[in-house]
């Protein structure tokens, strides 16, 4: 039971709408059937004679080799070349940390890690897996990004921001949303610019009065 029911559990139910998550829990049945490997192990050890030894520390020697190579791919995957690192003491990191409070909502690119979202500011979305695999409506506010990044009308941009209760807008040199270009001008025309990075890559402009 301890090793099917896992197995049954990841083919019939999903606690998520992203179900390749459901792996998981065949690992977990296959961590259980390692129980009974290391039974078997231990059992052809002692079984009389030299032969029953001799299989057993084959079948030992086999499976922790296996275990072995998989450290060492590990090991290998997380040297310095494969590795993400965000500088927290950069000059946007500190400014965000710095001026957004805890009731401004921040839009940005679809980030994962970097220096915005290591920050610590509440992001209008973000990347959007991590709260979509969490059952989230994440369309709504893509679509709500995209409006706003590629308007060409101020009305709209002011009337969809105030909507959303967005306080700042980021915008990156060349950015794209969804796979559109976006308008920078319509928005600098709007609202003021309140932060811009030493390499001048990173825009932000405010939109409370």
Request: proline share 2%; hydrophobic share 45%; charged share 20%.
């Given at each position: 039971m301890s090793i099917l029911f896992p197995t049954i559990f990841a083919f019939v139910a999903s606690l998520t709408p992203d179900i390749n998550v459901n792996h998981k829990y065949i690992i977990i049945s296959y961590a259980f059937l390692a129980v009974f490997w290391g039974g078997a192990v231990s059992r052809l050890f002692h079984?009389?004679?030299?032969?029953?030894?001799?299989?057993?520390?084959?079948?030992?020697l086999s499976l922790t080799i296996t275990g072995i190579y998989d450290f060492a791919v590990i090991i290998k995957d997380n040297d310095s070349g494969h590795r993400v690192s965000v500088n927290l003491n950069s000059g946007l990191t500190s400014w965000l940390a710095e001026n957004l409070k805890k009731d401004d909502l921040i839009l940005t690119p679809e980030y994962s890690i970097?220096?915005?979202?290591?920050?610590?500011?509440?992001?209008y979305l973000g990347w959007p897996y991590y709260a979509w695999s969490a059952g989230y409506d994440t369309y709504y506010r893509a679509a709500r990004a995209v409006e706003i990044y590629t308007t060409a009308s101020a009305q709209v941009l002011k009337e969809t921001v105030e909507e959303e209760q967005i306080?700042?807008?980021?915008?990156?040199?060349?950015m794209k949303f969804e796979e559109k270009?976006?308008?920078?001008?319509?928005?600098?025309?709007?609202?003021?610019?309140?932060?811009q990075s030493d390499d001048g890559r990173i825009r932000i402009y405010g939109t409370k009065e």
């Amino acid at each position: 039971m301890s090793i099917l029911f896992p197995t049954i559990f990841a083919f019939v139910a999903s606690l998520t709408p992203d179900i390749n998550v459901n792996h998981k829990y065949i690992i977990i049945s296959y961590a259980f059937l390692a129980v009974f490997w290391g039974g078997a192990v231990s059992r052809l050890f002692h079984w009389k004679g030299a032969v029953g030894k001799i299989l057993s520390l084959i079948l030992a020697l086999s499976l922790t080799i296996t275990g072995i190579y998989d450290f060492a791919v590990i090991i290998k995957d997380n040297d310095s070349g494969h590795r993400v690192s965000v500088n927290l003491n950069s000059g946007l990191t500190s400014w965000l940390a710095e001026n957004l409070k805890k009731d401004d909502l921040i839009l940005t690119p679809e980030y994962s890690i970097n220096e915005v979202t290591m920050s610590g500011v509440m992001m209008y979305l973000g990347w959007p897996y991590y709260a979509w695999s969490a059952g989230y409506d994440t369309y709504y506010r893509a679509a709500r990004a995209v409006e706003i990044y590629t308007t060409a009308s101020a009305q709209v941009l002011k009337e969809t921001v105030e909507e959303e209760q967005i306080t700042y807008i980021l915008f990156e040199e060349g950015m794209k949303f969804e796979e559109k270009e976006c308008r920078e001008d319509v928005i600098a025309d709007t609202y003021p610019l309140v932060y811009q990075s030493d390499d001048g890559r990173i825009r932000i402009y405010g939109t409370k009065e």
